[in-house]
Nanobody
Framework: QVQLVESGGGSVQAGGSLRLSCAAS?????MGWFRQAPGKEREGVAR???????RYTDSVKGRFTISKDNAKNTLYLQMNSLKPEDTAMYFC???????????????????WGQGTQVTVSS
């Protein structure tokens, strides 16, 4: 059983930065960040595979950076130049069943965190 605990959300003004963290109960091959705003579908924001390759949704490219520290079993999402449209609940996701490039297109993850709220005001 994999446990994921997110932290680092909060309220910030447009143009500001936040860093989200996701502490995992082990090293997991496929990990990602998703977000869901009220009334909208869940959206994949960033994914990282076990080789460190990453993939981002177009709206966050150049602003967000996903990374992981295997020694600490922790996934991060550095969010810069935040916009009001980035406001959402952010979820960490993980799946140990897949590896490599499959991680970068994965939609259905086995494990999810409880979410952390990010609110960006204009």
């Amino acid at each position: 059983q994999v446990q994921l605990v997110e932290s680092g959300g909060g309220s910030v003004q447009a143009g500001g930065s936040l860093r989200l963290s996701c502490a995992a109960s082990g090293v997991i091959s496929c990990m990602g960040w998703f977000r869901q705003a009220p009334g909208k579908e869940r959206e994949g924001v960033a994914r990282i595979d076990d080789n460190g390759k990453t993939r981002y949704t177009d709206s966050v490219k150049g602003r967000f950076t996903i990374s992981k520290d295997n020694a600490k079993n922790t996934l991060y999402l550095q969010m810069n130049s935040l916009k009001p449209e980035d406001t959402a609940m952010y979820f960490c996701a993980a799946d140990p069943r897949w590896h490599g490039s499959t991680c970068l297109v994965l939609q259905q993850y086995n494990y999810w965190g409880q979410g952390t709220q990010v609110t960006v005001s204009s």
